[in-house]
């Protein structure tokens, strides 16, 4: 057994975090599916940007498109949709096998939305409409705003992956509209069983941030904690996960057939060259939850892996070390929202530049 196949006997799933129409035709994703146990796929317009200026195969639908959509969004949507569509269905054994909980490919609402609650209400089911997928997740970003949107397309039975999540405190409040959203869905008389939601963690960008606070602080104290903050963040929203989904806030709804909001370990392909290529996978492998692998990642941990049940041990020094970085004034929570903000920023980028590509 390989280590990727390894990770999957431990309660862990493995998401692809790239997604195209070469990955598609040449039968990249159904061999790893098969041979690496991928059992999910995420995208985002970072994803998508690349996927048009790196494949061959949408130069025809293009210029069909530019002949006959005058939109460019709509023209953008025709194009990745289809991918969307594809890689649902290469998953949906995976789906099926899995009882709805895992096989999930995942479309981004714009970015522009981030803030609009109503209207990213309004584009997620849009959106869902249009790929007519069971195995689908639409992508919402954990801002406020998006959070109270959550809230209702769950109510509504819309399967989503909260993404843009940099803090245990924007995680938690994920984990609390989903209890919301579930709650209000079994008032209406409708069945959760169906429901299904992720709360995508990022963790690379964390330690990006936090280390160059770190540099700047120069203590051996502070420079001892560099590359710590992810992980231990990740460790610790893993017990907020555990208090809230296999606790009594939780019961009430599992007995009516809802799911926990798995964790989804996303940014799992390190920076910093320095660190260990694995450095956001080894330590975080654990029962009911996912990560999101770039290819080079997967591929790392396919050469080189060494799997272990991991996400609950070390606890304790997690804490400590978060204790330590507060001492040392790095404050999580602003770190948290700084990176939001910037997320936001760098795919409402990319997502102008998808546009300019397709014009």
């Known amino acids: 057994m390989n280590a990727t196949l390894h990770v999957t006997t ?12 070469s990955l598609i035709r040449d039968g990249t994703l159904a061999r790893l599916i098969a041979e690496d146990g991928v059992s999910g796929v995420t995208s985002n317009p970072s994803i998508f940007q690349n996927a048009l200026a790196s494949s061959p195969y949408y130069a025809d639908d293009l210029a069909r498109l530019k002949a006959s959509e005058p939109d460019v969004e709509r023209r953008y949507e025709a194009l990745v949709i289809p991918d969307i569509r594809d890689a649902c269905d290469l ?32 584009e997620a089911q849009r959106l869902s409409a249009a790929v007519d997928r069971r195995n689908l997740l639409i992508k919402v970003p954990g801002t406020p705003e998006g959070i109270s949107a959550f809230e209702s397309l769950t109510t509504l039975g819309i399967n989503v992956n909260v993404t843009l999540l940099f803090s245990i405190a924007q995680t938690q409040a994920a984990f609390d509209a989903y209890l919301r959203g579930l709650a209000a869905r079994v008032r209406a008389g409708a069945d959760v069983r169906a429901s299904h939601a992720v709360a995508s963690l990022f963790l690379s960008r964390v330690d990006t941030l936090v280390d160059t606070q770190l540099t700047a602080i120069g203590t051996q104290e502070a420079l001892s904690l560099r590359g710590k903050a992810a992980v231990a963040m990740a460790k610790l929203a893993y017990q907020h996960y555990l208090d809230t989904f296999h606790g009594a806030a939780f019961a009430t709804l599992a007995q009516q057939g809802a799911t926990p909001q798995y964790l989804l370990w996303a940014s799992s392909g390190v920076k910093n060259p320095d660190y260990h290529d694995l450095l956001y996978v080894e330590p975080l492998i654990g029962r009911e939850t996912i990560n999101t692998l770039p290819d080079k990642t997967l591929a790392a941990l396919r050469d080189h892996g060494k799997p272990e049940p991991s996400v609950e041990n070390g606890m304790a020094e997690a804490a400590a070390q978060l204790d330590e970085l507060a001492r040392q004034g790095i404050d999580m929570e602003l770190v948290g929202h700084t990176l939001q903000v910037d997320g936001v920023k760098l795919f409402e980028a990319a997502y102008q530049k998808l546009l300019l590509q397709t014009g």
């Open 10 to 21: 431990l309660g862990q799933s493995l998401w692809l975090d790239n997604l195209s129409r």
């Open 91 to 122: 998953l949906l054994p995976v789906f099926e096998r899995s009882g709805g909980n895992d096989g999930y490919v995942s479309l981004e609402v714009a970015p522009r939305w981030a803030y609009d609650a109503a209207r990213t209400v309004a």
